[in-house]
Nanobody
Framework: QVQLVESGGGLVQFGGSLRLSCAAS????????MGWYRQAPGKERELVAT???????NYAESVKGRFTISRDNAKNTMYLQMNKLKPEDTAIYYC??????????????WGRGTQVTVSS
């Protein structure tokens, strides 16, 4: 009932930048929380950044000062600007969104992920 599609991943050199996008569509009444998570090979999925509908933002310590999360509520789209990328940022990046559907039931969905690879 909700589709999340990530885009913008790719291969970048150490110190480079990428911008990820996550577009939400479907029977959406509202989107409360949106977030980016990542999972590196052999590791658990971890939080990168979250942004609430009211604008409250939270970052993982490892990305503070380098990544910027934002959202366009009119377009149901979230972004992650990633600067000064490091090899340890290499992972599959997943979009997450939660809110209410048009039938007023709650939802929490994940996108399929987009690969980010940072070469040294």
């Amino acid at each position: 009932q909700v589709q999340l599609v990530e885009s913008g991943g790719g291969l970048v050199q150490f110190g480079g930048s990428l911008r990820l996008s996550c577009a939400a569509s479907g029977s959406i009444l509202s989107i409360n929380a949106m977030g980016w998570y990542r999972q590196a090979p052999g590791k658990e999925r971890e939080l990168v950044a979250t942004i609430m509908s009211g604008g409250s933002i939270n970052y993982a310590e490892s990305v503070k000062g380098r990544f910027t999360i934002s959202r366009d509520n009119a377009k149901n789209t979230m972004y992650l600007q990633m600067n000064k990328l490091k090899p340890e940022d290499t992972a599959i990046y997943y979009c997450n969104a939660g809110g209410r559907l048009r039938n007023f039931s709650r939802y929490d969905y994940w996108g399929r992920g987009t690969q980010v690879t940072v070469s040294s």
